[in-house]
Each structure stands twice: as C-alpha cells, then as structure tokens.
C-alpha cells in the first residue's frame, strides 16, 4: 500500500509493542520507521523529519523526555506523543512542559493510538480560518503557523500554538477544560483535565505581561483584549 500520511517514528525498547504500533499505523497509510533507543533515536529524528513521534520515556541510552528536550531547544516542534507505562500526574507534567503534545499510558488500545496520532497531526495542519488573528499585542499567523509578541517571534509547541488558536477565534467566550481538550485535542472524555492547566501555565510564561488569556474561577479559560 503507499504511505501517503507522512513519516511516524516510533521510539519503543519493547519489540511486540513497537511491532503492534507499527503495524496498526502502516494500515492507516502512514511510514513507519522503528528506534529502539534514545541515542538513535534523536539522529532518526535529525535525519529522516518525521511528521510525528510516538515516543517512550524509558529508553536506553537516553529517555524520552531528554530526547524530546534536545529536539525542542534545537527549535525542532515536530508533534510528540508521549507513551509511558508511567502514570503519575508529575510524569505527565513534566513531559507536557518539556514540549510533549500529547500522552498516553500502557496498556493502550492500539486504535486510539493511531487516533491520537491523526488528532496530532490534523491539528499541526490546520489553518484555521483567518490567516492571521490579532488580539492585543498578539499577532498569530495560522497558515505559517507562528506567533509574534511585539513583533517579536515566539516558539510554540503544536498544542500550544492550537491551543491559543482556537482561544484568539473565540475572545470573549469562556471554555471549560473538557469543552478545550474536545475541541482543541479533537476528543472528549480525558480522564485528566488538569493537563489543560499546565498548557495554559506555559502559555502565560512564553507570552508575558502580553498574555490575553484569563481564568474565570469554576468554569474555565478565554482570552480577552486587555491582558492579564
């Protein structure tokens, strides 16, 4: 069959569970190119510029979550996929705030797999509907997909750049965490909705004083034109 979706690396130790992803994602009509380690794993993703990584944490040579800071301060925001048989909240933290777009813990469906891989990848592609939005000292470019504080550029992860996004489209209007994960992850149903705190956090720290968006206690988020 042609891979015709893009290139998915997947970064898996454990050979039946990369096999499994492997082949769920090749039916889809995605390449697939396997790493079983952190350290050839980091110069896949220098060499071949996949369209997603599906990454373990628990790697050898180096884990996940070095592999995804390396690739991030190197300006590399490939969409990441974190997959963990960690569980802990810290753990989900700590990945989501090293540029990580999305996670999911063992033992998983195979299939929702392969659905949060297209979810990733829809919204990295999305151009939103106006090209460029501007809110204040905000200046968001969704066909180039960048961002510019005070004329100044400012990098996002994809999450985070759909995330403000979908926030600048609708000002004045406040979302519940559940109503963003639905609308901006592309599924309902998060068992953890505190991850849309740690989004928002890193938000607030990338834009500064110039950050528009707002939390109303007990109900949500929104962005409005006078920052907070």
């Not at 090749?26 to 060499?47: I, K, P, Q, W």
């Not at 999911?104 to 929702?112: A, D, H, I, W």
């Not at 829809?122 to 204040?136: E, I, W």
């Not at 956090?201 to 968006?213: E, H, N, V």
């Amino acid at each position: 069959m042609p891979q015709s979706k893009g290139l998915v690396l997947v970064v898996e130790d454990e050979r039946n569970i990369a096999d499994l992803q492997r082949r769920y994602l090749s039916r889809e009509g995605f390449g697939v190119h396997v790493e079983t380690d952190g350290v050839a794993a980091l110069a896949a993703a220098r060499r071949l510029r996949p369209a997603a990584i599906v990454l373990d944490i628990a790697l050898p040579g180096m884990d996940g979550m070095e592999l995804c800071r390396r690739l991030r301060a190197e300006g590399d925001w490939t969409p990441v996929l974190f997959v963990t048989a960690r569980d802990e909240v810290t753990d989900r933290i700590l990945g989501l705030e090293l540029g990580g777009d999305d996670y999911l813990t063992k033992p998983f469906s195979p299939q929702e797999l392969v659905a949060r891989v297209k979810s990733l990848l829809r919204r990295a592609a999305d151009p939103g509907r106006d090209p460029v939005r501007r809110l204040g000292r905000l200046a968001l470019d969704t066909g180039r997909r960048t961002l510019r504080v005070d004329e100044r550029p400012v990098e996002l992860t994809t999450t985070e750049f759909n995330l403000l996004a979908f926030l600048m489209h609708h000002p004045e209007q406040v979302f519940t965490r559940e109503q963003l994960l639905a609308q901006v992850w592309g599924y309902a149903g998060y068992r953890d909705t505190r991850v849309m705190d740690v989004y928002v956090s890193q938000l607030r720290a990338k834009l500064g004083d110039a950050s528009p968006i707002r939390t109303v206690r007990g109900v949500g988020y929104g962005v409005t034109d006078t920052a907070r």
